[in-house]
């Protein structure tokens, strides 16, 4: 059973930093990342990473964020820096596992940025 837990997230002040942690369990994960949505907005893409370390970003966190991976204890992480209010949003961690490659989400985790 695969099972993803969040944890991290909470309230700060703008040009602050928080890091979001995601363990995954129950699967091999070949891509991990984490998403983003804010009350109104779709869910986006905030950054990704494969098991062999390539990542990519949302142009509005390049330079802020930085995705990372321990392959093995499966986890995955997001270090944010420079915080600003228009990050604020519920965060989930997405994983795929390897064949039949199926996308799990995390419950999700409230990161608040105050201005």
């Known amino acids: 059973q695969v099972q993803l837990v969040e944890s991290g997230g909470g309230l700060v002040q703008a040009g602050g930093s928080l890091r979001l942690s995601c363990v995954a369990s129950?699967?091999?994960?070949?891509?991990m990342g984490w998403y983003r949505q804010a009350p109104g907005n779709q869910r986006e893409l905030v950054a990704h990473?494969?098991?062999?370390?390539?990542?990519n970003y949302a142009d509005s966190v390049k330079g802020r964020f930085t995705i990372s991976r321990d392959n093995a204890k499966n986890t995955v992480y997001l270090q944010m820096n420079s915080l600003k209010p228009e990050d604020t949003a519920v965060y989930y961690c997405?994983?795929?596992?390897?064949?039949?490659?199926?996308?799990?989400w995390g419950q999700g985790t409230q990161v608040t940025v105050s201005s």
């Open positions: 990473i494969t098991s062999a370390g390539s990542t």
């Open positions: 129950g699967s091999i994960f070949i891509s």
């Open positions: 997405k994983c795929m596992s390897s064949y039949p490659y199926r996308d799990y």
